[in-house]
């Protein structure tokens, strides 16, 4: 007909995914429900086996309904690799290395016991050929970063536990895939050599990433800041993260390697926070599609018929897999709520499962039949896991109670103070002293129970989520002071409260004086090094008692805390100089 409006499938389904989105994000916010759900059940509506079943009969639902899932593949495969990416963003050279112990350690035995124990099940219970079995059993083996992440996130003693096994996942997905090929009925020698190549040539590559990358990206930021333009900057964080990705792929190693080296070089520089505000969008509608793809592939008709059977599957997996995570982090010395809402989090299966199944599949190690029957039980999986993550909070205060995120249920206007250990206690001594409330909040269970128990007035809580601070009253606390020994975490924090809360006192502690710097580029009202007061104090005793008078030391420590000062000033790009009111010598 003439001047009909005709659609490409492609086009067609991203309006169905932009259209899910835009009903989903909102409606789910609105009653508090992650979205991650309602992105899973739209799939399963929209998919083949929902509202596709009926286009025959109403030829008008072939508007809404996304006939072919595969279409959906390479974007929802980019959707994880944003999400990589973000969380390299969150995370640094320093604090990955610090992971390093629970990342081979912790990871390592989480795996394999899972994967030798889940295969010598399928193997000697189930009759499965010991070549299969050991593909079915890595695979499910495998928890979900897509999913998984988002809701524990990086910080608290769950997130970093959770990301440490998931990293060492991410490691592992390439060798397991390629001793797949090797373990074909008709796989040839070139599969294990294939693998030793990928692994000497991923190594180089990742190598010059890293090496390419500490040079070259602080250059390329500089350049995007200062044409001022957000859609150069876009750009920029695209072709850094796409380019990472390819290169990795190039030699084998899997897409999402590159794209959490990119996030964390970039980390690693002064633009890092901008780079995760301009690209967090995108990850969210990615990640949104990956959630719908998940839900095309559930057939409701095959659950019912099945239903015993698959339902015995996934109890049996969740079961297994959380009793093993949590036994192992309690004999890593984690506390038993840690492990129990670790345990209940991580025991779905992954998206990963799905890509391993599939190379089995194509290997002939496994069957057509058994591979669908288990991709069911990981889509199951996948689609209950945020409701794991509510029964491991539940679980976590059964088995071990933590104090109470208090609702802010009192007039009182009271300072903050994010952090409970030595220095944000000393502060809440000070503001006791002069009858000043306060409330410290902290992600650490460990030092919110001592500080509770030492008569501190302490709240459980992760400082990075809006909805912990609104309900100690931010909106009227006269201040917030940030005590973390953590330069980026304090940075960003200070970056998002500045933008949420333009008036507010934020006082930071910083490391030195590159920090208080970068701390008062992002908005802080006063950032304290530490270090710069601790060694004018120690400079001050020292002269003091060899024999150096009184008044000309004070007035050297004045004159060396104003050359500080001058610099923060200038490396901080402020209007005025910055005030170091912190030593008690002075006047």
Known sequence: MAGELSLSPMMKDALVILGAAGIVIPVFARFRITPIIGFILIGVLVGPYGLGTLVEAVPSLRHVTISDPERLTPFADFGIILLLFAIGLELSFNRLWQLRKLVFGLGSLELLIIGSASAAFFGYVSGMDWTGALALGFALAFSSTAIVLPISGTKSPVGRAALSMLLFEDIMIVPIVFILGALAPHAQAEGWSGLTDTLWQGGLLILALLVIGRFALPRLFSQAARTKSPELFLAASLLVVIGASLATSAVGLSPIVGALIAGLLIAETEYHGEVESIMEPFKGLALGVFLITIGMSINLATIWQNLAEIMLAVVGVLVFKAIVTGVLLRLMGARKSTAAETGVLMASPSETTLIVLAAATTALVVDTETAQFWQIV????????????????????????????????????????????????????????????????????????????????????????????????????????????????????????????????????????????????????????????????????????????????????????????????????LSSKPQLRTSTSAP
Not at 448 to 457: N, P, T, V, W
């Open 378 to 573: 990981t889509a199951i999986g996948l689609t209950i896991t945020p409701l794991l993550a509510r029964l491991g909070r539940v679980i976590a205060r059964r088995v071990e109670p933590v104090p109470e995120l208090p609702d802010n249920d009192e007039d009182e206007a009271r300072t903050i103070i994010i952090g409970a250990g030595r220095v944000g206690r000393l502060i809440a001594d000070m503001l006791v002293t002069h009858n000043q409330p306060y409330v410290t909040l902290d992600s650490d269970p460990d030092l919110i129970e001592r500080a509770a128990r030492d008569g501190y007035r302490s709240a459980f809580g992760d400082a990075a989520r809006g909805d912990a601070l609104s309900r100690l009253g931010i909106e009227k606390a006269p201040a917030i002071v940030l005590t973390m020994d953590e330069p980026v975490l304090a940075q960003r924090l200070v970056t998002k409260l500045r933008k949420s809360y333009p008036d507010l006192l934020i006082v930071a502690r910083a490391r030195d004086t590159d920090h208080a710097a970068a701390l008062y580029r992002a908005g802080a009202s006063h950032a304290v090094p530490e270090n710069l007061e601790s060694s004018l104090q120690l400079s001050e005793a020292v002269l003091v008692d060899i024999g150096i008078p009184m008044g000309p030391v004070i007035a050297s420590i004045h004159e060396k805390r104003d050359e500080f000062r001058e610099r923060l000033e200038r490396d901080g790009k």
